[in-house]
């Protein structure tokens, strides 16, 4: 069956560009994650949403950080005024789970982020 | 101190070998245990899921939890060189919140 999907796999932008990452769960999946990936660096919680609201914004690194999700479904990772500090992959992940059990996560490939 | 805390190798073994790969943490609320296998350029795919403390084999894969030392363990028996990639302990309480805590992952590398 169809996984996580991300969209673009790869952006090049130049600083103090705006840029969308956008991510496809797989169908049914109620929660979403995003994640950053830097290398040689674990994994850095971004933002959680359980169906179309966002309970824990807390990984957000800075309000040029926002994320929505619309319809249960595709969300959209917005970096306003990019950095290049922001060069990362941004990984995506959804799992069945609300609070109290935790199933597991599926991620997507990810974004792969440079910004010149 | 990390939630989460693994040793990022990098591992090489030939062909064959059992390969132990650990992770240790340090809060004890954490009650369910991941490991995923990253390839080069792609996300992270999840490898096993255990809730509490014991064992669990998939294939060639084991995964052993220990609660009383908080420390977490994947076996790999018969290593090929498919397995080689990175692989991330992930971990969760299961309450409120429902974040999920990484290991930075550790790089295997399995020599034909």
């Known amino acids: 069956g169809a996984g996580v999907s991300q969209s673009p796999s790869n952006k090049v932008t130049e600083k103090g560009k705006d840029v969308e990452l956008r991510c496809d769960p797989i169908s049914g999946h109620t929660a979403l994650y995003w994640y950053r990936q830097s290398l040689g660096q674990g994994l850095e919680f971004l933002i959680y949403f359980q169906g179309n609201s966002a309970p824990d914004k807390s990984g957000l690194p800075s309000d040029r950080f926002s994320a929505e999700r619309t319809g249960g479904s595709v969300s959209t990772l917005t970096i306003q005024r990019t950095q290049q500090e922001d060069s990362a992959v941004y990984l995506c992940a959804s799992s069945l789970a609300g609070t109290g059990i935790n199933q597991p996560q599926h991620f997507g490939d990810g974004t792969r982020l440079s910004i010149l | 101190q990390k939630e989460v805390e693994q040793d990022p190798g990098p591992l090489s073994v030939p062909e064959g070998a059992i390969v132990s790969l650990n992770c240790t943490y340090s809060?004890?609320?954490?009650?369910?245990f991941m490991w995923y296998r990253q390839y080069s350029r792609k996300g992270p795919e999840l490898l096993m899921y255990t809730y509490s403390s014991g064992n669990k084999e998939d294939g060639r894969f084991t995964a052993q939890v220990d609660k009383s030392s908080k420390y977490i363990s994947l076996f790999i028996r018969d290593s090929q060189p498919s397995d080689s990639a990175t692989y991330l302990c992930a971990m969760s309480a299961g309450n409120t919140g429902n974040q999920f805590y990484f290991g930075t992952g550790t790089s295997l590398t399995v020599i034909p």
């Open positions: 809060n004890s609320a954490f009650q369910y």
